[in-house]
Structure formats: C-alpha cells, structure tokens
C-alpha cells in the first residue's frame, strides 16, 4: 500500500512499445540464430569432462612398470568456457628456447608418460604465429607430461597452399623419425586455452575443439573436422590420409570427415568447457574453387587419392631446437 503522505504518482505505461521491445529482443538473440542455424550444436554429443580420461589411449604395449608411469592429469570439472584476458600476451618465445630442446621432442625426465604424439603442423609464410605457436604449446604439452615431437611441414613452391597434401606428407615423414601410434594434425594458428584437454588420442578420431573464440564459441555443424584432430596412426592408414586435391582453403578437411564416417569411424569431442580453443587473428587465403566439386566424389575417390598418391619432394629436413622443419614442394 501507498504511503499515505506520498503522492502517488500515475505511470504510463506504453505496452506496445514493450512487446515491440521484447518481440526484437527475442528475433536478435534466439530466433534470428536459430533460423541461420546458429544452435545446430545444441544436437552434439560431448564427451563430459569426468570421462575424459578414460576415453584417453595410453602406450600401448609398454614394458614399464606402473609404480614408473606419470600421474593421471585431472580434469576440470568446472564446465564454464574461460578465457585469460591476458591471453594474447603469453607468449615468451625466449623463455621456451631456454628448455635446451634438441629436436622439437620432449618426454617428461621423471616419470613415464602415459601419452605419446607427434604433433604435425602444416604451414607457409607465417613466422609469427608460429613463433606464438611454439612459445605456447610447448609449455602447455610439457605440463601434460606428455612424450611429443612437433614436425611443421613447410610448403615451399608458391602453389596455392595444399593442406590435405601437406598433412599426409607429414605423416609419411614422420613415420620415418619416430614411432607414431597417435597423431595430432594441427593448424599453426589455433591455441588450446584449457590446459586439460589432453594432446593424446580417443578410441574413434577426435576433433580437438568443440568451442572456438572465431565462432562465438559454438560449432557451425556436427561434420566440422577443421583445424585439429586427433586420430590414431592406424584409423589414419585406414581412411588413406586426406585427400591431396583440395588447393587453396576449405574442404579438405570435410572431405577427411566423409573419409572417417565412410569407414563407420566416428568423430568424438570433449565438453566445449575443456576443449576451447582461441585463433590467431589472420586475412583469409582464398578459397580452393572447385571445393564443391571434390566433395560430391569423396568416397569414390578415398581408396586412391591420399596416402597412396602423394607425390612430393623433400627439399631439406631441419632439425631445429624446437621443431623439426620439412621443407617440401609438391
Ligand atoms: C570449409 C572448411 C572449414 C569450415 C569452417 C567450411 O566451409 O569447407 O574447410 O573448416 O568451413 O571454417
């Protein structure tokens, strides 16, 4: 009731203004996004943070005993998507290449990992954020305590830039370095923000993010296979690697998603919480016209077009402090 010494006061109250208000405010954040399909990731599965680690593969045949392993990394349970406001100015190239690395590969001194990868990184003509890339990833790959070894494929003729083909190369490179059951194929420009979301292979391929800064945090399909998978050498044999045709960006990488689902492997993600990712800032390259037109011939052509056909030429290989450089042409 009114104060009886308070005049009351009489407010319009103008109710088509309200529901105008309120019908805009739902068009902007609910239908307007749902209509361009924004919300298409409210149908993905992910795996909850508590189950990652059983989801993880660890070596496989190990003769060590297990008092010898490195303890388990824990996962974090708390399901916010967080990202340091400083994030961008982490970067201390200086202070990595004081760790003494020899060859872009570490393993823990102390324990045994239970984790072993080469990580595999395509790239051309972008020193900077490679710099960033190695300043940060080799600090957030030792804390996981795992064994790893960073081999950056370069492409050195001016071609337009062929990631499927790169990739493979790597791959087959690598083979000859190091024995590898898991491999992480990774864009030189995406930066893993939670330091629990383990570099190391599932039982089906995992795509590494479920939630990326570029993309408001949410995913734009469920085929999404872009930027960083991780998959085991064996699944990788299996499907022939990627595809060499795609030059130019885009498509290659949901061509290899086709190539996965032809062969009933199916992609797992971790809870977008775990597997946040931000992007470097960059311009687009332009994209590979006939894109679309590879995509519709997938699997027919996944059995010859791959591992099996990539024709290259390796022009050196560096062995770097802190990666291994394959200079290539294709
Ligand atoms: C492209 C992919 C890319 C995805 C997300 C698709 O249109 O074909 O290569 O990963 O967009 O940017």
């Known amino acids: 009731m009114a104060h009886p010494d308070v005049p009351v006061k009489s407010v319009d109250v103008n109710y088509s203004k309200i529901l105008f208000w309120s019908l805009a405010f739902l068009f902007i954040n609910w239908i307007g996004?749902?209509?361009?399909?924004?919300?298409?990731?409210t149908s993905f599965d992910f795996v909850p943070a508590s189950d990652i680690p059983s989801q993880l593969i660890g070596l496989i045949g190990s003769s060590v005993t297990h008092e010898?392993?490195?303890?388990?990394?824990?996962?974090?349970?708390?399901?916010r998507i967080k990202i340091p406001s400083n994030f961008n100015q982490s970067?201390?190239?200086?202070?990595?290449?004081?760790?003494q690395y020899k060859d872009g590969a570490y393993s823990p001194r102390h324990c045994q990992s239970r984790y072993r990868i080469a990580l595999i990184v395509p790239y051309r003509d972008r020193l900077d954020h490679l710099e960033k890339f190695l300043a940060y990833m080799?600090?957030?790959?030792?804390?996981?305590?795992?064994e790893y070894k960073i081999i950056v494929v370069e492409q050195a003729d001016k071609k337009p830039f062929n990631r499927g083909k790169l990739l493979n190369v790597g791959f087959l490179e690598a083979q000859k370095m190091t024995k590898i059951d898991c491999?992480?194929?990774?864009?030189?420009?995406?930066?893993?923000?939670?330091?629990?979301?383990?570099?190391?292979?599932?039982?089906?391929?995992?795509?590494?993010?479920?939630?990326?800064?570029?993309?408001?945090?949410?995913?734009?399909?469920?085929?999404?296979?872009?930027?960083t998978i991780a998959i085991l050498a064996r699944h990788f044999n299996v499907v022939n690697g990627f595809s060499n045709q795609f030059s130019g960006w885009g498509g290659e990488d949901d061509d290899f998603c086709k190539r996965l689902a032809g062969k009933q492997l199916e992609i797992v993600r971790f809870d977008p919480a775990v597997a946040v990712?931000?992007?470097?800032?960059?311009?687009?390259?332009?994209?590979?016209?006939?894109?679309?037109?590879?995509?519709q011939s997938s699997l027919a052509r996944s059995d010859v077009d791959g591992l099996n056909s990539a024709k290259y030429e390796v022009l050196s290989i560096d062995i770097l402090p802190l990666y291994v450089r394959l200079l290539i042409t294709l």
Not at 68 to 79: A, E, F, G, S, Y
Not at 220 to 225: A, D, F, G, H, K
Not at 284 to 290: E, G, I, L, M, V
């Open 138 to 146: 080799h600090p957030y790959l030792m804390k996981q305590q795992l």
């Open 68 to 79: 010898k392993w490195c303890p388990h990394v824990p996962t974090q349970l708390d399901n």
């Open 277 to 295: 990712y931000v992007m470097l800032p960059h311009s687009k390259t332009t994209p590979d016209p006939q894109r679309m037109q590879h995509l």
């Open 33 to 41: 996004p749902l209509l361009c399909g924004k919300y298409a990731d």
């Open 91 to 99: 970067f201390d190239i200086a202070q990595v290449k004081n760790y």
């Open 183 to 227: 491999v992480i194929f990774h864009d030189v420009d995406l930066l893993p923000v939670n330091e629990y979301n383990m570099y190391a292979c599932t039982h089906m391929p995992r795509h590494m993010y479920s939630a990326i800064d570029t993309f408001r945090f949410r995913l734009p399909y469920r085929e999404l296979c872009g930027g």
